[in-house]
C-alpha cells in the first residue's frame, strides 16, 4: 500500500526558480522524510520532519509538515541543473513502524 | 569506506530461473530492506529484517525469498514463483532506533534485473 502521494508527477523550471513539491498521506504519522533518486541510481536521504515539527531547512531546501491537512511541502530554492532528480516522500505510521511507505515521487526537471 | 553495495548492476535471467541479488552493507546498522521499483513507480516493500535470522514480509512478497544469516548481509532470491521479475531492485538498511520513530534509510546503488 502507498501512503504518501507527490503532486505534481512531473515539474519543469529554469535553473534559478524555485521548485515545490507536495506530498499528502492518508493515517497519522512519526515522521516524514524526503528523499531524492538520479535516474538509475539509489535514492539518497534529504531530510526528516518529525510530525511535532512544522518547517525545517538544511541548505535550500525547506519542508513545511502539516498534521491537520495530512500534507508535506518540499520547496527547493534557485534551482540548478544538477537538482533535476526524482523526488520521493517517505512516512511511517504512528505507534511505531518498522516500514517507511514511499509515494510514486515527483520528476523534476531543471533546463539550465 | 562505509556504505551499502549491491550487485550486480545488471542481471539478466531465462524464465524459470531463479536468481539472488546480493546486498551487503559495513555501516552496522540493524535492519535491512528489500524494494522493487517499476518505471515511473514507486518503492515498494519486499521484505525486511530487523536482526540477524529474522525477517518479515513486505506488501510484495509473494515470488521473493531471504536470509539474514550475517549482519551484514540480506540477499533476495527471486524465485521463478515472480511471475513478472523484471524491475530496479534497491536495497537498504537503517540503524535501530531506541525510540518509536523510523529512521533515515540509506540505499544501495540497486540491480536491475532483466527477464529475457
Known amino acids: 500500500s502507498q501512503q504518501g502521494e507527490e503532486d505534481p508527477q512531473a515539474l519543469s523550471i529554469q535553473e534559478g526558480e524555485n521548485a515545490t513539491m507536495n506530498c499528502s498521506y492518508k493515517?497519522?504519522?512519526?515522521?516524514l522524510q524526503w528523499y531524492r533518486q538520479n535516474s538509475g541510481r539509489g535514492l539518497v536521504h534529504l531530510i526528516l520532519?518529525?510530525?511535532?515539527?512544522r518547517e525545517k531547512h538544511s541548505g535550500r531546501l525547506r519542508v513545511t509538515l502539516d498534521t491537520s491537512k495530512k500534507s508535506s511541502s518540499l520547496l527547493i530554492t534557485a534551482s540548478r541543473a544538477a537538482d533535476t532528480a526524482s523526488y520521493f516522500c517517505a512516512t511511517d505510521e504512528e505507534g511505531g513502524s518498522e516500514k517507511l511507505v514511499f509515494g510514486k515521487g515527483t520528476k523534476l526537471t531543471v533546463n539550465p | 569506506d562505509g556504505g551499502i553495495t549491491q550487485s550486480p548492476k545488471y542481471l539478466f535471467r531465462k524464465e524459470g530461473q531463479n536468481v539472488t541479488l546480493s546486498c551487503e552493507q559495513n555501516?552496522?546498522?540493524?535492519?535491512m530492506y528489500w524494494y522493487r521499483q517499476d518505471p515511473g513507480q514507486g518503492l515498494r516493500l519486499i521484505y525486511y529484517?530487523?536482526?540477524?535470522?529474522?525477517?518479515q514480509k513486505g506488501d510484495i512478497a509473494e515470488g521473493y525469498s531471504v536470509s539474514r544469516e550475517k549482519k551484514e548481509s540480506f540477499p533476495l532470491t527471486v524465485t521463478s514463483a515472480q511471475k513478472n521479475p523484471t524491475a530496479f531492485y534497491l536495497c537498504?538498511?537503517?540503524?535501530?532506533?531506541?525510540?518509536?520513530?523510523?529512521?533515515?534509510?540509506?540505499f544501495g546503488p540497486g540491480t536491475r534485473l532483466t527477464v529475457l
Open positions: 555501516l552496522n546498522h540493524d535492519a
Open positions: 537498504a538498511s537503517s540503524p535501530k532506533t531506541a525510540d518509536q520513530y523510523t529512521d533515515t534509510q540509506y
Open positions: 493515517t497519522s504519522i512519526n515522521n
Open positions: 520532519i518529525r510530525s511535532n515539527e
Open positions: 529484517s530487523q536482526i540477524v535470522n529474522d525477517f
